[in-house]
């Protein structure tokens, strides 16, 4: 069983998703294939409130059972469910960034404050599957008898957490930077309240703690997926920045690039988690196409929700990747049924009125709803790496599980 759903995985992810399995991705990318790629919810301890509830659940619930049901809603939510642990990562990442130099201090705690730590996306995904491989396989060095190496793991596995987070937000200071942007989180940027000199050195220095952090796993596997990711968050940039005509125009090229941006991080991670729990090479594997492909769905969605805002309706959103010449999974698709756009995107969008005449033609076409279905895909493929873990009966790898699941419909519910 385990093994027949690896290899349908096998089939359509990672290493199925025709993007990743090309050694030579630059020629690749001159040379495209055609692509025919056929609750409001307040999370605790945390100020802010995110739209990552499933609309259709509140819609039908029967009055009656309100307060129940919500109750129950509340005890399976994802967020709830590791929300104390949420909690000490927070406070770790504040005394983990904590220096002597009063201007480097303030820079790096910005993003750790209390009320702009962001969705916390990762740390929740990755402590969900630190449960949901609880399969009783520890790191032969940490194996024996006893609630302290239990203990000890579960450490370690939020070491990892920490780690990631800290990465993420290195790489939101380095990108804030590199866009001149001026809001972040519903905050001014770092870059614009203290400038870009600090705001470089202070996701350098996010950096250099989490490589320490990542040191002293001493698990040299980990210490690689990670070095890799930070790899792959530079190269995904990059190529972001670098576009020749014919890459922004290919799909292919706009996978790989999401991948590096986006889903390398959760995807390696969830890996490092596997691994540090002493997990089979099969295990790993599943961990690491769950968080691929929830990470590709995840920045499908946010293209998609950058025309549309919360709404549905074109222009709602900040419109901000076309405005900056970024061409995402909406008007690529729309490309391929309306071909004219193509000059359209070629004369760049430094004009306004080649905005509109570019989201004339999204309206027109199919677009935005393939750019979900293809969300859609990516996260019904996440979800089968979570149904071919291994079977457990334990009731908390049982229930987060359900929660990794209950995620891969919040990608792609979410409007926000
Ligand atoms: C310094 C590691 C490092 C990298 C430098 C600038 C750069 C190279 C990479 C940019 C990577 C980047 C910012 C990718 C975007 C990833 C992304 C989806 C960000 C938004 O994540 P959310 O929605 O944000 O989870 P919050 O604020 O909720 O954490």
């Known amino acids: 069983m385990l093994f027949s759903r690896i290899s349908r995985i096998r089939s359509t992810g990672s290493n199925g998703c025709r993007w990743f399995l090309s050694h030579k991705p630059h020629l690749q990318f001159l040379n495209p294939p055609a692509y025919s790629y056929s609750s409001t919810h307040k999370v605790l301890g945390c100020r802010e409130n995110f739209s990552w509830g499933l609309p259709a659940l509140h819609g039908f619930r029967h009055n009656i059972h309100h307060q129940s049901s919500s109750l129950v809603e509340e005890q399976n939510d994802p967020f709830s469910l590791v929300a104390d642990e949420l909690s000490m990562v927070a406070n770790r990442l504040r005394l983990m960034v904590v220096t002597e130099v009063p201007k480097l201090a303030s820079a790096a705690e910005y993003f750790f404050k ?60 380095h990108d804030d930077v590199l866009d001149d942007a001026d809001t972040r989180r519903g905050i001014g940027s770092l870059n614009f309240v203290m400038g870009n000199k600090l705001a470089v050195l202070a996701g350098d220095f996010l950096l250099s703690r989490a490589c320490v952090a990542l040191a002293s ?6 210490v690689s997926l990670l070095a890799k990711v ?30 590096y941006k986006t889903a390398s991080l959760i995807s390696n991670s969830c890996k490092a988690i596997a691994l540090l729990g002493g997990q089979t090479a099969e295990v790993a594997m599943l961990a690491y196409e769950y968080g691929k492909n929830l990470g590709l769905a995840y920045q499908l969605i946010d293209d998609v929700l950058d025309f549309t805002g919360t709404s549905a309706s074109l222009g709602k959103g900040s419109l901000s990747d076309i405005r900056h010449g970024i061409i995402t999974a909406p008007i690529l698709f729309a490309m391929e049924e309306f071909p004219q756009l193509r000059e359209v995107v070629d004369r760049g969008f430094d004009d306004p009125a080649n905005v509109d005449l570019a989201l004339d033609y999204l309206g027109k076409s199919r677009g935005i709803q393939r750019a979900r279905e293809l969300a859609k895909k990516h996260a019904n493929i996440a979800a089968e790496a979570i149904d071919s873990l291994p079977e457990s009966n334990d009731e908390d790898v049982r229930k987060s599980r359900r929660a990794l699941l209950d995620l891969t419909e919040r990608v792609i519910t979410r409007t926000k």
Do not use: W
């Open 114 to 173: 209390m009320g702009v730590e962001g969705k916390r996306f990762r740390p929740t995904v990755l402590l969900l599957m630190a449960t949901a491989m609880n399969i009783s396989i520890l790191e032969p060095s940490l194996r024996g008898p006893g609630d302290a190496l239990t203990k000890e793991l579960r450490a370690r596995q939020q070491r990892i957490a920490e780690i990631t987070e800290m990465i993420h937000v290195a790489s939101l200071l």
């Open 217 to 222: 796993l001493k698990n040299t596997e980990v």
């Open 230 to 259: 930070v790899e792959h968050l530079v190269t995904g940039e990059t190529m972001q920045m670098t576009t020749t005509c014919e890459q922004r125009c290919s799909m292919e090229y706009y996978m790989q690039k999401t991948y």
